[in-house]
């Protein structure tokens, strides 16, 4: 689904730059993503634990007991000593491919390379050990970088029988319009090939992972991978059901899994923890979908634009009192929204460029802007008891809550 709105929006941006004075006759600037390939050997074998690094790319965040781990979009993880939130510390990095997302149950830490879960022991942060790894349990696919006037170059590689795509390079090149529809073929011809073969931390709304007890649910595109942890070092992959389509992220309330997908929230019951079951599901137009939820309502982001498919951003709230039947209940137009988190009667909403929006969700119908940190750009919070934690664009924002709003503590560079 991402694939076809993604080649559909990149044809009509090439089409409106073939009609542009500033094009140098049939040649256009593009972003090109060309894949990095290594073998499943190569891969597991390329872990590392190391001293602070800076960061790349600054992703999800997490927080156990003192710690607040970011993910290095693709490249691992860094962990960040956070007893003292007015001075954070980098202590420590494990350096992975293929890592987007992580969970933390009695300091043993779950994360995702690529293919594989990996399971760390973290009871000693200076001295993190690799104790288990469960091979093959999610697809082995990597998430495709996702910009405006993007095509995918493959021709520059031959792409032996024992790799695999871990990662993906992106360089600003002038290609003409007759290669740029040839790779737009190329890639159609590609996803058509891939498509046919204890002590519990706490995640953004970004997440794909979510421990409950002693399962740990980790979400890919379609699926819901279950694993049972009550052995925290040597976890067993309960089974895998098919959840939906386009799944981004998962939510837990209570006895209840909440999906967020591009094409809208699915609802399901665990209360069988092993066998998920599906007690409904509300749609809305395509687009791009975290969801966090209190007692009554679910709150959802849409963020449109890109592989996201809608035309208009929006803050969706939906009534879930009868979770057999959700329905919306109010709409707010929002610029660029990513993450978002609520506290009490605050609801706070990563507005991409725009900034960190708090509300008062006392009325969901008439929701009161209470402060808007602008200028900086937001990807992700979490609402702990005492403050706020949010990830920009390699910063670490946290901020204290007062009456009626929060204020700023500390600013803390990744790099």
Known sequence: MKVKILLALTMLFFMLQSCNDETDGEFVMVNVATPKYMTKEALRSSVEITLPLPIIESGKIYVYKD?????????GIHIIDNSNPESPKKVACIKMEANNDMEIKGDYLYVDSLMDLVIFD???????????RLKDVFPAYVVMPFMDDLVYDYTNHTQNANEIIVGWKVTQEKRSMEEIENLNTRFMDVVAF?????SVGQGGSLAKFKIVDDYLYAVDSHNINIFNIEKLADPQQSSSIFAGFDIETIFNKGNYLFLGSMRGMYIYDIESPAMPQLVSEFQHGTACDPVVVDDEYAYITLRAGNSCGALDSSLQIVDITDLYNPKLKKSYAMDNPYGLGIKNNLLFICDGNSGL???????????QLVDHFKDINTFDVIPLDNHLLMIGEEV???YTYSDGGINLLSQFSLN
């Open 67 to 75: 710690l607040v781990l970011v993910n290095d979009i693709e490249n």
């Open 122 to 132: 973290i009871s000693n942060i200076h001295d993190i050990k690799e104790v288990t």
């Open 194 to 198: 891939a498509e046919s073969n204890a």
């Open 357 to 367: 929006k708090v509300y008062d969700k006392t009325n969901v119908e008439d929701l």
């Open 396 to 398: 670490l924002y946290q």
